[in-house]
Nanobody, 122 residues
Framework: QVQLVESGGGLVQPGGSLRLSCVAS????????MGWYRQAPGKQRELVAT???????NYVDSVNGRFTVSRDNAKNLVYLQMNSLRPEDTAVYFC????????????????WGQGTQVTVSA
């Protein structure tokens, strides 16, 4: 089992910045990809950004150039630096990690954090 704990959400004015953090703990061999998803009221959960163990990243078009995902593999941490925030970025942000449970595992298991609220409003 992998436990994911997010932090760093809050209320920010349009144009402001926030940095989300997520730490993974528990019983697993290694983590492949980590990332962030978000869900706004009345909308489906959507991918925001992911980063694999080699550092390759992927972003949804709406955040490209404004958000940066990074990770510390040694500490099982993933970050999301969010700049130039817009009201439409308001959502609950969920941390995600795809982990190999055992040394012999060939597939990963997906794990979710509880979410942290980000509100962008004047």
């Amino acid at each position: 089992q992998v436990q994911l704990v997010e932090s760093g959400g809050g209320l920010v004015q349009p144009g402001g910045s926030l940095r989300l953090s997520c730490v993974a703990s528990g019983s697993f061999f290694s983590i492949n990809s980590m990332g962030w998803y978000r869900q706004a009221p009345g909308k489906q959960r959507e991918l925001v950004a992911t980063i694999n163990s080699s550092g390759s990243t992927n972003y949804v078009d709406s955040v490209n150039g404004r958000f940066t995902v990074s990770r510390d593999n040694a500490k099982n941490l993933v970050y999301l630096q969010m700049n130039s925030l817009r009201p439409e970025d308001t959502a609950v942000y969920f941390c995600y990690a795809a982990a190999y449970r055992y040394t012999w595992s060939r597939t990963t298991t997906g794990n979710w954090g509880q979410g942290t609220q980000v509100t962008v409003s004047a």
